[in-house]
């Protein structure tokens, strides 16, 4: 990820970046980013010499193309580490501290749980001159570790990136540095440059900071919505059945806890667990919520009203803004449905939102969430895709 910007000073040269867990989630993601980066500012160079002579001037985020990318991944598993090199076309090491001896980057990209241990075993092997990134969701404890591990001259630059390997672009997403004291400006400055240039949103921060706000923005989150989940599941309610009687909010809520519960257990554990700063959070909305039922059970509509009137007076603008951003995400869907309804018996385009993958054909029909797509080219084949998964072109 920061080969690009040091190309500034280093043109030409091949820069190592080892990723140590890039077999899979968001190690396997910026594996995959870079090397795609790479081959797109390959290709950009090509055009730029290209179109040199049609007086094309659109060349202000092609600065700095004679660089290469030489990524090594990382990973337990040498069977399923060997696959993933293979898919990526990058090389994969079976040994951490081998594919850091020799690395201008590293990135640890493991579990939070083992983050700590990672950073105990890679740092003191590091070059001077290279830089030392981390992706963990917490930032205070491992900033301290690398600062605490790595030998005089090595850059530390703690990183937080808000988003999960399900997206398909860094394309504004929020990534979080959290910069120490043993981060050279001039790497941070490049970093950010980087990732600005790649259209995220770069948010400079504090670790201990990081930590208190992100119990807030994942902790709480999290917390609420999985708990959300298992009340559901503890009801016995149908959720299939229950999206027959829905209201908007309704349905965006089943949509999040649908989405949370649905992804990595074992990740949502440690985000939980290993920022100290969440018992207080849940402590305290687990205090509001009693208060809530206390008042509900009471029958007090005066000190319910009171409460959440003064809720809204805290929140301010920000309530037209949720209420505005609520509706444009209903509407979207609403608009979307009511489209792909009136183009039964049509020739449609389909994208599929993750792989890119068009699908072109005649909409049969409707079933529940399903696409019934019949071939244009082939009466007789027909596809079923899940609404969900396309984007209308």
Not at 75 to 95: A, D, H, I
Not at 180 to 205: Q, S, W
Not at 283 to 289: A, P, R
């Amino acid at each position: 990820m920061i080969i690009n910007f040091i190309c500034d000073t280093m043109s030409n040269l091949k820069i190592s970046v080892s990723i140590i867990g890039g077999t899979d989630g968001l190690g396997k993601w910026f594996a995959k980013f870079l090397k795609e980066n790479d081959k797109c500012n390959k290709d950009n160079k090509n055009n730029k010499n290209n179109n040199r002579n049609n007086n094309s001037n659109n060349n202000s985020n092609n600065n700095n193309n004679d660089f290469n990318f030489d990524i090594t991944i990382t990973g337990r598993n040498t069977e399923k580490g060997t696959t993933v090199s293979q898919e990526l076309g990058v090389k994969y090491c079976s040994n951490n501290i081998e594919a850091t001896k020799n690395a201008d980057i590293v990135i640890i990209a493991v579990p939070i749980s083992h983050t700590l241990s990672v950073i105990e075993e890679v740092a003191p092997h590091m070059a001077k001159g290279s830089i030392l990134m981390d992706m963990t969701s917490v930032k205070e404890k491992p900033a301290l570790k690398m600062v605490e591990f790595t030998k005089e001259g090595v850059s530390v630059i703690p990183t937080h990136p808000m988003f999960g390997p399900s997206v398909p672009s860094i394309a504004e997403q929020v990534v979080i540095l959290t910069p120490v004291e043993k981060c050279d400006n001039k790497h941070f400055e490049k970093v950010k440059k980087f990732l600005e240039n790649a259209e995220a949103k770069v948010i400079v921060i504090e670790p201990q900071k990081h930590d208190e706000i992100i119990s807030v923005i994942q902790g709480l989150t999290h917390f609420i919505h999985i708990s959300l989940g298992s009340t559901l599941r503890e009801l016995g309610i149908s959720i299939k059945d229950s999206r027959n009687f829905a209201s908007p909010i309704y349905e965006m809520m089943i949509n999040m806890v649908g989405r949370i519960v649905g992804q990595n257990a074992n990740l949502y554990a440690d985000i939980q667990m290993n920022n100290d700063r969440t018992t207080n959070v849940h402590d305290t909305f687990i205090q509001e919520c009693i208060k809530l039922r206390d008042t509900v059970k009471n029958r007090d509509k005066k000190a319910f009203i009171e409460d959440m009137e003064l809720t809204s007076k805290y929140f301010g603008e920000e309530t037209k803004k949720g209420l505005y951003y609520s509706n444009k995400a209903v509407n979207a869907i609403v608009n979307e449905n009511m489209a792909l309804k009136h183009a039964i018996g049509k020739e449609i385009s389909l994208k599929h939102i993750y792989t890119g993958e068009i699908y072109n054909g005649v909409l049969k029909n409707i079933i529940e969430d399903k696409l019934i797509i019949k071939d244009l080219k082939n009466d007789k084949k027909e596809y079923e895709l899940n609404i969900y998964e396309f984007n209308i072109l």
